[in-house]
T-cell receptor, first 113, second 114 residues
Framework: SAVISQKPSRDICQRGTSLTIQCQVD?????MFWYRQQPGQSLTLIAT?????????ESGFVIDKFPISRPNLTFSTLTVSNMSPEDSSIYLC??????????FGPGTRLTVL | AQKITQTQPGMFVQEKEAVTLDCTYD???????LFWYKQPSSGEMIFLIY??????QNATEGRYSLNFQKARKSANLVISASQLGDSAMYFC???????????FGGGTRLMVKP
């Protein structure tokens, strides 16, 4: 496995503002993923971030709302832009290591007031 | 498109007993992977066990085993000798053939009684 960290671990934000979430892994990985887990719900894939290329977004998620950076093989950021209370969720990054297995970071709990 | 169904929103089990969490799936991919994750109240997602669709034997990892029945498209998780620390949400997930799309079920909340 790998050590995956996320910052911040939690935040409370005002509507209309933006928050950037960082994901750091202690080894080089090709594929990194960002998920959203709304309260009481399962995980939904937002986008796949590969180093050196544009992120690939899933249906229902757009780059203007969730811009993603992937500057190197150990780091990625997800920004939640122009937030509304509906964006209150846990945001998780994951990395693919071996046997197609994804390992997750500890998550970022976001509350939008 | 892939789909995972977990029909048990909540389960109780007595400490030290075994419990089975149900998972059925639907996919048109010829090859796929099945996963179980545990999510305690802290929110982190902990990888438990993996089963490849062409694996001949059921996967086991310590107290976790995966009862894989390909013809029935089911991948149930069996936890033996339940412990209080096993109380958590459990998610079944399927990875597509391309290896870039992990689809999760709705989850089962397991509560272990002392």
């Amino acid at each position: 496995s790998a050590v995956i960290s996320q910052k911040p671990s939690r935040d409370i934000c005002q509507r209309g503002t933006s928050l950037t979430i960082q994901c750091q892994v202690d080894s080089q990985v090709t594929m990194m993923f960002w998920y959203r887990q709304q309260p009481g719900q399962s995980l939904t894939l937002i986008a796949t971030a590969n180093q050196g290329s544009e992120a690939t977004y899933e249906s229902g998620f757009v780059i203007d709302k969730f811009p993603i950076s992937r500057p190197n093989l150990t780091f990625s950021t997800l920004t939640v832009s122009n937030m509304s209370p509906e964006d209150s969720s846990i945001y998780l990054c994951s990395v693919e290591l071996s046997t197609d297995t994804q390992y997750f970071g500890p998550g970022t709990r976001l509350t939008v007031l | 498109a892939q789909k995972i169904t977990q029909t048990q929103p909540g389960m109780f089990v007595q400490e030290k007993e075994a419990v089975t969490l149900d998972c059925t799936y639907d996919t048109s991919d010829p090859s796929y992977g099945l996963f179980w994750y545990k999510q305690p109240s802290s929110g982190e997602m902990i990888f438990l066990i993996y089963q490849g669709s062409y694996d001949q034997q059921n996967a086991t990892e310590g107290r976790y085993s995966l009862n894989f029945q390909k013809a029935r498209k089911s991948a149930n998780l069996v936890i033996s000798a339940s412990q209080l620390g096993d109380s958590a949400m459990y998610f079944c997930a399927i990875l597509n053939n391309a290896g870039n799309m992990l689809t999760f079920g709705g989850g089962t909340r397991l509560m272990v009684k002392p």
